[in-house]
């Protein structure tokens, strides 16, 4: 018997498609899985990290986690599909634009340690918004940072770009979209630990074959997917740099994250050479 | 004539051609690095490299031993797909075809200048024949 889970965001939205999906798995894989759905991100961290999850759909920084300490393989990814965030106020409410944000913004967020809120943090950098103003709520989940949005407790939220799709109407009609991003590069992945690693070209073709049956394209419509595709080493490494960079906290470099330290120009030979003239 | 590819002649046009980008200064207003590229399978041909402050390239030439806060570097085949705009820099650094040393999180940040900054490279005439 292996263990399986999901991101809890996925689990949280589409409980009986995923029960589904571990029950179509172990008919295709022929093993038994055990399906054990997560309430919040700490939890399901825990829960691979512990050693009693074997296959695991998990976020980016997450499944680099698992990688680096558990040995667990990414497999699959969704299809033409990355994860992307939506930095958004309550419609209705005078934040409807970088300028017009207040001074002190209070910002819903599920955790610090997510992909979702590191782009989030991007796209306020982008829009020079120093991050000195910036409180947070972190709040477990996704839909929990939204929730906390529509109730009026923060002023703006970092949404999962999936959240926010999946969202019924009303709700998003309740949102303004202040700014999105477009990166495509972060993506969930299916994993397994060492212990399946037997099954990892088998579980590879069965997800990214899925769209060429009935029963596969009904199973992925039931948990929100067009299809999979194979994971590939460089995506991998490409990742696990970011993700590793991020979680350390040295984020490098820019005249805005390095403020508190003079920069003189002595320290550098300012040397602006045309073509033609010699090399200082 | 087009410059030779990696030679001090090219990374200075490199830096010339750079004024005439006013989106990649404005969207760099607030960054400062320097940069060196090399050719992977040429270690014959050394090393060169780039100085932005504040948007502007005010360094532009060998690369002369100060610390480089980026490197990037490919096979010559990888830098003729780079150069002439068949990769874009996204695809590129996930793909691993230009291999980069540095902070991954200001190059993802920062993808808008970087992917023109690729394609300032790409603008220069230039002679593979090295």
Known sequence: ?280 | MAAKFMSTEWIRLVGKQWDTHPEIQKDLRNFNGTWEYYIEDRPDIPHVMLFCKAGKVIYAGPSDGRRRDFIMWASMENWKKILAGEITGKSALMSRKLKFKGSMMTAMKYMTPFNIHLNILGEIPVDFDI
């Open chain 1, 1 to 280: 018997m292996y263990g399986f889970t999901v991101d809890p965001n996925y689990s949280g939205k589409n409980l009986p498609g995923w029960f589904l999906m571990s029950t179509y798995l172990q008919r295709q894989l022929h093993c038994s899985l055990h399906f054990s759905p997560q309430d919040d991100f700490a939890r399901g961290r825990n829960a691979v990290l512990q050693g009693g999850i074997d296959l695991v759909y998990a976020n980016p920084f997450d499944w680099v986690q698992y990688v680096e300490k558990k040995g667990f393989i990414p497999v699959a990814k969704p299809k033409e599909h990355f994860d992307e965030v939506l930095l958004c106020s309550r419609k209705g409410s005078p934040w409807v634009d970088f300028a017009s944000l207040p001074e002190r913004i209070h910002i819903a967020s599920a955790s610090d340690a997510t992909l979702v809120h590191m782009v989030g943090l991007f796209l306020l950098d982008k829009a020079e918004i120093d991050r000195a103003r910036l409180d947070f709520t972190f709040t477990g989940s996704y839909q929990a940072a939204l929730k906390s949005l529509l109730q009026g407790r923060v002023d703006l939220a970092f949404v999962f770009d999936e959240v926010y799709s999946s969202a019924s109407r009303i709700t998003q009609e309740s949102l303004q979209v202040i700014a999105q991003s477009d990166d495509a590069f972060a993506f969930h992945a299916f994993c397994i630990s060492p212990r399946l690693a037997q099954l990892q070209d088998a579980l590879c073709t069965t997800l990214c074959n899925m769209e060429q049956s009935e029963a596969g394209r009904r199973l992925l419509q039931d948990i929100g997917f067009s299809g999979f595709a194979p994971v590939n080493a460089d995506e991998v490494a490409c990742l696990t740099a970011l993700a590793e960079e991020y979680i350390s906290g040295h984020e490098a470099i820019d005249l805005r994250a390095t403020s508190t330290l003079a920069i003189d120009d002595s320290a550098f030979l300012v040397a602006r050479e045309e073509p033609g003239e010699e090399t200082k």
